[in-house]
């Protein structure tokens, strides 16, 4: 695919998961009619650092058709989830007026959601997968600093940049860790359902460590809680092996690598 990644990636990004969301719906990965049976989809990664929600304000970012914020407002938190897909966003309102959950909806880009939703939260959540899908975490970390209440926490799991250092098989290093040129790839399948005939183009972005916890930092939000795992709690890569329940490795690099942190961070005190 031939491309201007830095014009052409949000376009290009939401064609590739409007493309998604009709196979995830229906993938015995997300198991829908399981959730709304009442089984639990967060993880025990983002439980502990979320802690009791019940009366919370929470903003759920990049929340795909909406799964996890139904979730926390289950668990007693007024939840907000934005997605840039429109057709994630028409399911997860679908899915919260079968389920008779008020969790809004919005559809906008992060970078786009102060403009289109003015309030503040208690609780800013983002979760696995997320933030390689932005170019720039400067930005990205001002619009969840904008959305903070002054008391407020910004809750993240998200898969470690080591994991996109590999191939899709898990067999050599491919890309680097510190972000230099967008990776571009054209797909089959999605990680929700391997044999899905669909065919995506993405575009997306490696970002160390480093760059999370200063773009954090130079937007007012200080780390207090971090938290490395060396294993993913879905079974979403290639030749993964489980562990034990709901933990998952690559069974073709040895020895384990990281492959989920978790962090918290509030604002630095005035």
């Known amino acids: 695919m031939t ?6 990636y949000l376009k290009i990004n939401q064609q590739s998961w409007d493309k998604r969301v009709g196979v995830h719906i229906d993938s015995d990965f997300y198991d829908v009619q399981g959730f709304i049976n009442g089984k639990q989809v967060l993880n025990d990664i983002e439980l502990s650092l979320l802690g009791d929600v019940k009366g919370k304000k929470i903003l759920h970012l990049q929340c795909h058709f909406g799964q996890d914020s ?25 899915l919260a007026d079968k389920m008779n959950l008020n969790a809004q909806f919005v559809c906008a880009d992060v970078y786009s959601a102060p403009t289109v939703n003015q309030d503040t939260f208690d609780i800013v959540f983002t979760s696995y997968g997320t933030i390689g899908w932005l170019p720039d ?8 600093r904008h959305f903070l209440k002054p008391n407020g926490q910004f ?5 470690h940049p080591v994991l996109w250092m ?19 790839e054209e797909q089959s399948g999605t990680y929700a359902n391997a044999d899905s005939d669909i065919k995506v ?9 480093s760059e999370v916890f200063n773009a954090l930092k130079s937007n007012g939000l200080m780390v207090d809680s971090f938290e490395e795992f060396n294993y993913s709690p879905y079974n979403c890569f290639q030749n993964m092996q489980e562990i034990g329940p709901n933990k998952f ?21 005035q």
Do not use: C
């Not at 668990?75 to 429109?86: I, K, T, W, Y």
């Open 70 to 94: 139904l979730a926390l407002q289950q668990l007693g938190a007024e939840v907000v989830g934005l997605d840039f897909s429109p057709k994630a966003i028409e399911y997860a309102k679908n």
């Open 3 to 8: 491309t201007d990644a830095n014009s052409d």
């Open 137 to 144: 975490l400067d930005k990205w970390a001002k619009v969840v």
């Open 201 to 209: 183009n993405d575009i997306t972005w490696n970002h160390s460590l």
């Open 155 to 159: 809750i993240m799991a998200e898969f």
């Open 166 to 184: 590999y191939n899709n098989e898990f067999t050599e290093i491919t890309y680097d860790y510190f972000k230099s040129t967008p990776i571009i």
């Open 249 to 269: 490795v690559i069974s073709t690099i040895k020895p384990q690598i990281p492959m989920v942190y978790a962090l918290r961070a509030i604002p630095f005190k």
